[in-house]
Each structure stands twice: as C-alpha cells, then as structure tokens.
C-alpha cells in the first residue's frame, strides 16, 4: 500500500504536490484552529514538510517548514494563547522553524543517498548502461504505456571474440573494448535511456513504437556502426543481433526475451556476423 501511494505521488508534478503541501498546511492550520490551544498538531504539520522535502525538492521543503511555522503561530495567536512575555512566543516560533527546517533538510538529504544508491544498483559499473534488473524495470513501464496497442520491438546484441581479446591483449583492453561498443549501441539508438547491457558480452535495445521494418534502418546502423568498430581496433570480434517485432506491444517483456535469446543461440551456429528480425504475431504466446 505504501509503494502504491508512493507510485501515485511520483506520477503527479512537482508543481502539483508543491500545491498540494500548502493546501494540507492551511488545512492543519484551520484544524489546529478550531480544535483549540490544548491539543498539538506538530507531528501532522511534518506531513507536508515531508511532502515537499522528499518528492520536490529541498528549497520547497525548506519554504514549506517556514510556512508551517508561520501558520501555526497565526494560529497560535488567533486561537488564544497568552504567554506571560512576547518574546516566548517568539522564541517558540524560533525553536519550531529550526525543527521544521532539520526535518526538511534531512528528509531531502535521505533521498538524494537513496536515489544515489539506486542508480548506483541500477548502473553496470563498467559500461554506465543500466543493468538487466533495471531494464526489466525500464521495459515494464514502456509496456504499461502502450497498453497493447502499439507496436513494439526488441533486440539483443552478442559479441563473441572477446576471450582470445583477453587472452592476447589483457583484460583492461577487453574491457576498453566492450565500453566502446556500449556506447556506439547506445549512441545508435533512438531511445538511449532503453539500452541495457544485460550479460557479459550482451545488449538488449528497446524500441517502443516501432515496427519491423523501421527496426530494420535502426539495428542496420547500430549493425554498421558496430562494425567499425571492430575495424578501428582489428580485432576478431563477432557481431550477432537477434530482434523480435510486435504488431502491439505485449504486456510483459520476459517471453520476448526468452525468443530473442532462442534466436540468438540459433544464429551463433555460424562464425559470421548476423542479424535476424523476426515478426511475432500470435501476442496470445507473448500474454
């Protein structure tokens, strides 16, 4: 449920929950107002600190925590309350700002380690493409969006000749290599955001709205790129690319991938470069 509500939050802008956060505050404020001076309501006004400071940004947590406490000491005042010196009430207004600020502050700073810690996790350490996991992710939410009613295309690249690389050159250059290619991949690709390296010597493209024939010009110049590349370093490298196409986009993405990496082993039969677009029509198998 928390998950689910947190989705619902991420989806509106942060224009729209910025608003939303001043409306809850005048809302606690009235609330706070009407239920007088002896019940407190501090912990309900981090409600839209926490709001702003986690799903905005800081500066809108920080300006939500002044505006807080500049409600609550309207309130404070309108509902009654008398202190035996005016400078208490001041002094309070201080000590509950400072609260209100740390709060946002800190909420702010949790989710920037958090996000970092998630991009990290989501990241191949050596290319700086997205990992497998988070191309599941990435892949699931362009299916949710064409809700079956777009076409749809996925293809996955394989290298092979990268252990007689290792074995005569060293791992460093094998590694420089692999690099290389991953960003001619991503660099080739229409949506670059959706190549993912999902193996050791393999790559997998997304290409959301698009059919197998427009899959085709894309993967033929990834296919060329690709290409020279491996005559710039003159190394025996092999370069296979297996795709499957859909008429409309299928709602999970992991039978596509189970076809295409069939097809793959199918075509590694051979020493020669290749690549295979295969168009799948029975959505059914793919459901």
């Not at 005016?86 to 949790?110: E, P």
């Amino acid at each position: 449920m928390i998950r689910a509500l947190e989705s619902f939050i991420e989806c509106r802008s942060k224009r729209a929950i910025g608003a939303c956060g001043i409306v809850l505050s005048i809302l606690l404020g009235y609330l706070d107002l009407i239920t007088g001076v002896e019940i407190h309501l501090l912990l309900l006004y981090l409600i839209p600190i926490f709001l702003g400071s986690w799903f905005v940004s800081r500066e809108m947590g920080v300006y939500l925590a002044f505006f807080g406490s500049l409600i609550w000491f309207v309130v404070d005042s309108l509902g009654g309350r008398v202190y035996s010196s005016l400078w208490i009430a001041y002094w309070n207004l201080l000590m509950r700002t400072g609260v209100f600020v740390i709060f946002a502050v800190t909420q702010a700073q949790l989710r920037a380690k958090l996000d970092d810690l998630s991009n990290l996790a989501a990241r191949d350490l050596l290319t700086g493409l997205p990992n497998a996991h988070a191309f599941y992710e990435l892949t699931a939410k362009e299916t949710s969006r064409a809700l079956g009613s777009t076409p749809m295309t996925l293809a996955c690249v394989d290298i092979t000749g990268f252990k007689w690389v290792n074995h005569r050159f060293g791992y460093p250059t094998g590694d420089q290599m692999l690099c290389s290619i991953a960003q001619t991949i991503r660099a080739h690709a229409p949506r670059p955001d959706l190549v993912a390296r999902t193996g050791g010597t393999s790559f997998s493209i997304l290409l959301p709205n698009t059919t197998s024939e427009e899959a085709n010009l894309v993967l033929q110049e990834v296919y060329k790129a690709l290409q020279e590349d491996r005559r710039k370093y003159s190394h025996p490298l092999t370069f296979y690319v297996s795709a499957l196409a859909c008429p409309k986009a299928p709602k999970t993405i992991a039978e596509l991938l189970h076809q295409a990496d069939l097809q793959m082993d199918r075509m590694k039969g051979g020493k020669k470069d290749s690549i295979q677009i295969a168009t799948v029509e029975n959505l059914a198998a793919l459901n």
